[in-house]
């Protein structure tokens, strides 16, 4: 009997169980599905949000390729690595479109009939974060809350959103901005699109 082609939700579900129990049992790290990025332009399947921004693709047999040169442009705006889980239809085809600093492992059914992951490449540092775009993760609060912080008079915080990024940028080295950003990011108690965090 054949097996079943491998969905999206079998190979994320998996990953869970599988590649990301040590993230989910840190309380300092933040793992969440479908992160915005460049207020929700493109989406980060999984996020692994603890010293670094990881970010993990999946491609199942079902999908396509069509959106994955613009999602390898925004991740590499933001995250400090990815990974790409692919089914083995795909493989050639991604290696082909993703840079060296992004790892590849391939998804497939096991004998069991479980999803068996082989890791292809291991991830590396990702050296073209964009601060502008990293920056618009924040909501504007959060953006406010930081420009405060940074001695910024509060006549300035009512400016347009994107001005506010701007300054944040103009004011913080990457390494301290990326550091604000993943903070924000862990403290918040709410997201837009998901439950609250028990």
Same mark, same amino acid.
């Given at each position: 009997?054949?097996?079943?082609?491998? %969905?999206?939700? *079998?190979? %994320?579900?998996?990953?869970?169980?599988?590649? /990301?129990?040590?993230?989910?049992?840190?309380? &300092?790290?933040?793992?969440?599905?479908?992160?915005?990025?460049?207020?929700?332009?493109? %989406?980060?399947?999984i996020?692994?949000?603890?010293?670094? !921004?990881?970010?993990?693709?999946?491609?199942a047999?079902?999908?396509?390729?069509q959106?994955?040169?613009?999602?390898?442009a925004?991740?590499?705006?933001?995250? &400090?690595?990815?990974?790409? !889980?692919?089914?083995?239809?795909?493989?050639?085809?991604?290696?082909?479109?993703?840079? *060296?600093?992004?790892?590849?492992?391939?998804?497939?059914?096991?004998?069991?009939q479980g999803?068996?992951?082989?890791r292809?490449?291991?991830?590396r540092?990702?050296?073209g !974060?964009?601060?502008?775009?990293l920056?618009?993760?924040?909501w504007?609060?959060e953006?406010?809350?930081? /420009? %405060?912080?940074?001695g910024?008079?509060?006549?300035? /915080?009512?400016a347009?959103?994107?001005v506010?990024?701007?300054? !944040?940028?103009?004011?913080?080295?990457?390494r301290k901005?990326a550091?604000?950003?993943?903070?924000?990011?862990?403290?918040?108690?709410m997201?837009? &699109?998901?439950?609250?965090?028990?």
């Open positions: 009997m054949a097996s079943k082609p491998l %969905r999206d939700s *079998d190979v %994320r579900q998996a990953a869970y169980r599988r590649l /990301l129990t040590h993230a989910q049992a840190c309380p &300092d790290t933040l793992v969440i599905d479908e992160l915005g990025l460049d207020h929700g332009s493109c %989406r980060i399947d996020a692994v949000i603890n010293g670094h !921004i990881r970010g993990v693709e999946i491609k047999e079902a999908d396509n390729l959106r994955l040169p613009r999602q390898v925004a991740y590499g705006e933001v995250v &400090d690595k990815a990974l790409l !889980i692919v089914d083995p239809k795909h493989l050639t085809s991604a290696m082909a479109i993703v840079p *060296d600093w992004w790892g590849v492992m391939v998804a497939e059914r096991g004998a069991t999803v068996k992951f082989r292809v490449r291991a991830e540092a990702n050296r !974060i964009d601060p502008l775009v920056t618009r993760l924040l504007r609060p953006a406010q809350h930081l /420009l %405060r912080e940074l910024v008079a509060e006549r300035h /915080l009512r347009p959103r994107e506010l990024y701007q300054q !944040i940028v103009s004011l913080m080295p990457l901005l550091s604000a950003v993943r903070t924000a990011l862990k403290s918040r108690t997201w837009r &699109d998901q439950q609250p965090l028990s």
